[in-house]
């Protein structure tokens, strides 16, 4: 199953050098309460756009913020929104998709088959890959800080599959 958490995990086990589970959750647990302070004092968006100091980007994740001010200038049909995990689990029909709404011309089968075959670029490194998933105790922190933003997510685009919790089944 895929988080919006395990995608800020992969973020900083990708950008932060001498690490580990450990200090991602020291990290984790001291950005979201900056984060949840921040909310008391300002908005939601204001905080969403801040930068976060420490290595953890949480507010990457509060996609319904984003989403939110796209929609102030652009139609909904000129927006696609994709779920990465989806992306990934059927990655040809997803670029046929991409093209599509962008209405480009269809790849031929041998420049799809580049693309598909294509070993991805942003990947940890071997070191951090050892350090296996993030703990249960940051799963579950993250899994709560996330959850009421995912709802916000999923009622603005009417979709539960972008709710990204352990009670959705499609996941």
């Known amino acids: 199953m895929w988080f919006v958490f395990y995608r800020l995990y992969s973020d900083y086990m990708y950008f ?4 580990s589970r450990e200090q991602f959750y020291i990290k984790a647990n001291k950005t979201v309460a900056s984060f949840r302070e921040c909310v008391e004092k300002y ?3 204001s905080c969403a756009y801040r930068k976060w100091d420490g290595g953890i980007r949480i507010n990457i ?3 319904h913020v984003y989403l ?11 927006i696609l929104i994709l779920r990465l995990e989806d992306y990934h689990q059927n990655l040809r ?5 991409v093209f599509k709404f962008l209405k480009f011309r269809p790849l031929t089968a041998h420049d799809e088959n ?8 942003n990947t940890r490194r071997e070191s951090k890959a050892k350090l296996g998933d993030m703990m249960e105790a940051t799963r579950k922190l993250l899994d709560n800080f996330y959850r009421p933003h995912n709802e ?13 919790n352990t009670d959705n089944k499609k996941n």
């Open 152 to 164: 916000q997510l999923a009622a603005l685009i009417g979709d539960d599959s972008y709710r990204w």
């Open 43 to 45: 908005s939601l968006r």
């Open 61 to 63: 994740g509060i996609y």
């Open 68 to 78: 939110r001010d796209w929609l102030k200038v652009f139609n909904r049909k000129q």
């Open 114 to 121: 580049l693309i598909v075959r294509k070993e991805p670029a």
């Open 93 to 97: 029909d997803n670029l046929r998709k």
């Open 16 to 19: 932060v050098r001498n690490t």
